[in-house]
């Protein structure tokens, strides 16, 4: 699992770098290869229409990616650091905490980005950014399942204090 979730990382960090890259040379180099950005995402017509809309919605899914590659970044943490002789750790709690704050904040950011798609582009092209895009509702209740898994490990790590004390 760990050498997994370090591939998934490394493969975020470059979509990320890939987005970022395309969206700088589009805007400042060639903006006639906007019609292909990344997976087929066409946002010329937004860029035409739209400008600010357009940096808004590039800055909202470069952020998306930059988070979901924490959030990953968070995982290789966990598989570095678990340790299945003594599982409640309080270093365990704290990242999981971190990855439930990011997953909320991935569901934020991808909720806004939908909503902005829909009202800055045509139907087709709001569509094709809503398939880019992951739903936000996933994250959401992601974070939220992370966030009560924190939470017992949290009691874990005190119980496993308490009982350490006794013996």
């Not at 997976?39 to 998306?64: H, P, Q």
């Not at 950014?129 to 399942?145: C, D, H, Q, R």
């Not at 490990?153 to 006794?166: F, H, M, P, S, Y």
Request: glycine content about 4%.
């Amino acid at each position: 699992m760990q050498a997994i979730s370090w591939l998934a990382f490394i493969a975020l960090c470059v979509q990320t770098g890939i987005l970022f890259y395309a969206f700088v040379i589009q805007v400042h180099i060639d903006q006639s290869s906007m019609h292909d950005t990344y997976n087929n995402l066409d946002v010329y017509e937004l860029f035409l229409n739209n400008t600010k809309g357009y940096y808004l919605l590039a800055v909202l899914v470069i952020l998306g990616c930059f988070f979901k590659t924490l959030l990953l970044f968070q995982l290789t943490r966990i598989f570095s650091k678990v340790n299945f002789e003594n599982p409640f750790k309080p270093i365990l709690a704290s990242i999981i905490i971190k990855m439930s704050y990011l997953s909320l904040t991935i569901g934020m950011l991808t909720y806004f980005e939908v909503r902005l798609s829909n009202v800055l582009s045509n139907k087709e092209n709001a569509i094709a950014i809503s398939e880019f895009t992951e739903s936000p509702k996933v994250f959401i209740l992601f974070a939220g399942v992370l966030f009560i898994i924190a939470q017992v490990l949290k009691r874990g790590v005190e119980i496993q204090a308490e009982n350490d004390l006794t013996i």
